[in-house]
């Protein structure tokens, strides 16, 4: 069964970084796709950026591109989202996602982690 921990979230300044950690198991992950999404208070759910964990090809959301870096450690199986230049507005709790690299919805979750940018 496939479980998906993060980590890393916390109360960083404007302009500050953070790296959020996904630690993940249950499987072999060489074909699956990784993401990072984030929902903030009364809002949907959005995409943040995605990973292929075996080409390790990368995609972002236009309001993160340039600030934050997806990468993934197949030593470990753990995913990571690096975070810079935060703005208030990145504030949300971030969840982890995987999927087989064929299937466009994401079928595992994790709990989520807390990040706050505020001064």
């Known amino acids: 069964q496939v479980q998906l921990v993060e980590s890393g979230g916390g109360l960083v300044r404007p302009g500050g970084s953070l790296r959020l950690s996904c630690a993940a198991s249950?499987?072999?992950?060489?074909?699956?796709?990784m993401a990072w999404f984030r929902q903030a208070p009364g809002k949907e759910r959005e995409f943040v950026a995605t990973?292929?964990?075996?080409?390790?090809?990368?995609a972002y959301a236009d309001s993160v591109k340039g600030r934050f870096t997806i990468s993934r450690d197949s030593a470990t199986n753990t995913v990571f989202l690096q975070m810079t230049s935060l703005k208030p507005e990145d504030t949300a709790v971030y969840y982890c996602?995987?999927?087989?690299?064929?299937?466009?919805?994401?079928?595992?979750w994790g709990q989520g982690t807390q990040v706050t940018v505020s001064s």
């Open positions: 249950g499987r072999t992950f060489s074909d699956y796709r």
């Open positions: 990973i292929t964990w075996s080409a390790g090809r990368t």
């Open positions: 996602a995987a999927t087989h690299a064929t299937i466009v919805d994401y079928a595992y």
